[in-house]
C-alpha cells in the first residue's frame, strides 16, 4: 500500500482535474518511482484512485516505454536506437553498454543496479549517440562518459545501501 503522504498528494492532484485519467500517466510514474515498477497490485491501486479498471490502467501501462509491469533495476537505461543514433555510434555504444554491464538488452544486472533497453528516439538526435538513465537523457556518448555515468550511479547507490 502506498505512503499516506504519497497518496494524499495524488488525490489532492486527482481532485482539481475534470477528468482523473488525465493524471494517469503521472500517477502511474508516482507509484512506479516508489515501488520501483508497476506490479498488478500497484496498478489496482493507481486505478482505483483515477477511477479506472486496472485493464484500462493496463493498457496504458504496456503502451508507453516508461511504464514498467516487470521489476527493473534501480537505474534504467534507454540506450536509442533510431536512425540518427544508429548512424553516429549506436551499435558500438550498445556493445559497449552490454560489455560494461555483462548483460544483454532487455536484461537486468545481477545485482540488481541496472536494467538495459533500446528505445525510439529520444529528441536529442543532434547530440546522438544519446541514452537515458532514469527518464535523464546524455549525449555524445563515448566509452569515458559512459564508465562515469555508469560509476556514478554505482557509487550513488552504494552510498544509499551504506545509509541503512
Ligand atoms: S535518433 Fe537517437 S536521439 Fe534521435
Known amino acids: 500500500m502506498l505512503p499516506k503522504e504519497i497518496k494524499d498528494r495524488l488525490e489532492g492532484e486527482i481532485k482539481h482535474v475534470e477528468h482523473p485519467r488525465e493524471l494517469a500517466v503521472d500517477v502511474m510514474f508516482a507509484i512506479q518511482d516508489h515501488y520501483g515498477y508497476l ?16 485493464l484500462e490502467l493496463d493498457e496504458l501501462a504496456t503502451f508507453y516505454t516508461f511504464t514498467f509491469r516487470e521489476p527493473v533495476g534501480k537505474y534504467v537505461i534507454h540506450v536509442c536506437d533510431s536512425v540518427v543514433c544508429w548512424m553516429n555510434g549506436y551499435e558500438p555504444v550498445r556493445d559497449y553498454l552490454c560489455r560494461k554491464l555483462g548483460i544483454a538488452l532487455g536484461e537486468t544486472t545481477p545485482d540488481g543496479l541496472f536494467t538495459l533497453l533500446p528505445v525510439c528516439c529520444i529528441g536529442y538526435c543532434d547530440r546522438s549517440p544519446a541514452m537515458l538513465v532514469n527518464r535523464r537523457v546524455h549525449g555524445e556518448l563515448t566509452p569515458e562518459k559512459i564508465d562515469a555515468i555508469v560509476e556514478k550511479c554505482r557509487h550513488k547507490a552504494g552510498k544509499e545501501v551504506a545509509r541503512y
Open 39 to 54: 506490479s498488478d497490485e500497484a496498478l489496482a491501486e493507481a486505478a482505483s484512485m483515477l477511477g479506472m479498471t486496472p
